[in-house]
């Protein structure tokens, strides 16, 4: 039994980190989601052109996208079509659909005439995902396969025409406040308008569900040498658990200054925090999930499901252990 526990507790706990490692690479992302397309190049353009030198330090990357459904994609050399998603983006594809790319390269927005297709898209116009440098008809428009994103469903991303407008803007800013971006973006964003996905925020959320099970182990060792400890140096246990808690505070709390008060006794703050936090969470949850933000909100609840599932397994183990130990003690004792 305890052998199958710790096997189990194993796997969970790499399927955790593995989780955790994916919504870690999502730090530093922003997204800010509109219902028109109001958003241009040029705007961006403008931007980086305008830009101080610390709001280029802060900000390192935007991009733009915007999302049409039932356009009609052909390969014509096999008389083959398939409807797909069209996402058009202005920069870096990689916020879009991050760390996706399973075969060749994103489009840049040097490359107008190149397109990236899902995995599932090139099985349905060519028999095979291994298409780069083939082509595409979209429309009236011929276009070159430049790489392939492990993506469900019908999918093409080409870099938008100039003069296109989009929805959505997602930017990378590691380590930079959200209130930060938004300042350095206000002449861009809409304000009181539209929805936003803050990465940083549910990464912290999930460090703090990732050190759940190590709060679970220091409490139950404390109770556990509570009992075997000599009278004279249990005054040593309230110093262990004080130097454990320190240390997992430590572990798991680290969020942006938006989430530090200017006086930890401004109660109305993290009142006022948590119904902001709230409202952008369930404001998410009921418009469009985007790729990133699919992801993010994954990854989350899988850190979720397996920290529960941690959790118990510590305790079942407990349990097993200490019925074992006070089984072996009884056995003793009547011999």
């Known amino acids: 039994m305890r052998i199958f526990l710790l096997v189990f507790l194993g796997c969970m706990i790499g399927a955790e980190a593995g989780l955790y490692a994916r919504l870690a690479a999502l730090e530093g992302q922003s997204g800010f989601y509109y219902l028109e397309n109001t958003l241009t190049r040029e705007q961006i353009a403008d931007f980086w052109e305008r830009a101080s030198e610390d709001a280029k330090r802060e900000i390192l990357d ?90 469900d469903g019908q999918i093409c991303m080409i870099q938008g025409k100039p003069g296109k407008t989009y929805a959505c803007l997602r930017a990378l800013a590691p380590g930079i406040p959200l209130s930060v971006v938004r300042q350095r973006l206000a002449g861009i964003l809409m304000e009181e308008k539209g929805w936003i996905s803050e990465c940083d925020l549910y990464l912290g959320i999930g460090r703090i569900l990732l050190s759940l099970p190590l709060w679970v182990v220091l409490f139950l060792f404390l109770g556990r040498i509570r009992r075997v400890i000599p009278e004279p140096f249990r005054f040593l246990i309230p110093i262990a658990g004080f130097g454990g808690i320190c240390v997992l505070l430590l572990m798991s709390l680290h969020f942006s200054d938006d989430y530090v008060p200017s006086a930890w006794s401004d109660f109305p703050f993290w009142t006022q925090l948590f119904d902001e936090k709230k409202e952008a969470f369930l404001s998410l949850l009921n418009h469009p999930l985007y790729y990133a933000d699919s992801r993010m909100l994954g990854s989350l609840a899988g850190i979720l499901g397996m920290t529960v599932g941690v959790c118990g397994i510590l305790l079942m183990f407990n349990m097993v252990v200490f019925n074992r130990l006070r089984f072996e003690i009884k056995q003793y004792l009547k011999a």
């Open 62 to 151: 935007i991009a733009l996208f915007r999302e049409s459904r039932g356009k009609v994609l052909k390969n014509e050399d096999l008389n083959r079509e398939s409807k797909v998603k069209l996402i058009e983006t202005a920069g870096n594809m990689n916020l879009v659909t991050p760390d996706r790319l399973m075969a060749g390269t994103y489009v840049t927005d040097s490359d107008p005439k190149g397109c990236v297709l899902s995995r599932k898209t090139a099985d349905s116009l060519f028999g095979s995902f291994e298409v780069t440098g083939e082509q595409v008809v979209l429309g009236n428009s011929l276009y070159i396969v430049r790489g392939i994103v492990d993506l």
